[in-house]
């Protein structure tokens, strides 16, 4: 009896292990396509003779963009049932990502039409709408800078209990606002290993 379920765990374990790593993968090759991106840009604005990191970052009005944007991106990458805080840093977070696309030559976030945000939100759709309004409008012309640039604003809903330094990932990219801090309400967080 002993052994047959000494068996089953040591089938099981393989499998257990593959779902509390499979996140984890998904995430890590995600932000590494993104960086990937990023980075292509980077490289394309410096052939193009503005260098990013030593030249002067454009305003964070807005300018070029409408705060209206920002809800339909907010609303497309983020839940809105979360927090308003935790909304507000989403919205600061899209408005940086958008900005430095646009400084970049790059594609902008993809904000969620209005007619879709009806669709999924249904009845809630006019107090959703307001809420997200108003999480953009507080953190209107805020953005994420280092070195009077716009930072790569890399974002995850949930981490393994810590994030990383990007420099472990790559070596040869300085980007010290990236840091490894330790995340442990996060392995604690809501479907986390469901």
Not at 41 to 49: L, P, T, V, W
């Amino acid at each position: 009896m002993q052994r047959r379920k000494k068996r089953r765990t040591a089938q099981r374990l393989p499998a257990l292990s593959i779902l509390v790593l499979l996140p984890l993968l998904v995430t890590v090759t995600m932000q590494n396509m993104q960086l990937n991106r990023l980075l292509d840009g980077i490289g394309q604005a410096e052939s193009m003779g503005t260098a990013g990191g030593s030249g002067t970052a454009e305003p964070a009005s807005g300018e070029g963009m409408a705060e209206e944007l920002l809800i339909g991106i907010v609303a497309k990458e983020m839940d809105a049932g979360f927090s308003e805080e935790a909304l507000k840093a989403q919205s600061v977070i899209a408005r940086t990502n958008y900005l430095d696309a646009e400084k970049k030559g790059a594609k902008t976030p993809e904000a969620m039409p209005t007619e879709e945000m009806q669709k999924v939100f249904g009845t809630d759709f006019p107090a959703v709408y307001e809420k997200l309004k108003d999480c953009v409008n507080a953190t209107a012309g805020e953005t994420l800078m280092w070195q009077e640039d716009y930072i790569y604003a890399a974002y995850h809903a949930v981490s393994s209990g810590m994030t990383r330094k990007i420099e472990d990932l790559y070596q040869d990219v300085h980007m010290p606002y990236l840091t490894g801090v330790q995340c442990h309400d996060d392995t604690g967080a809501e479907g986390y290993l469901a």
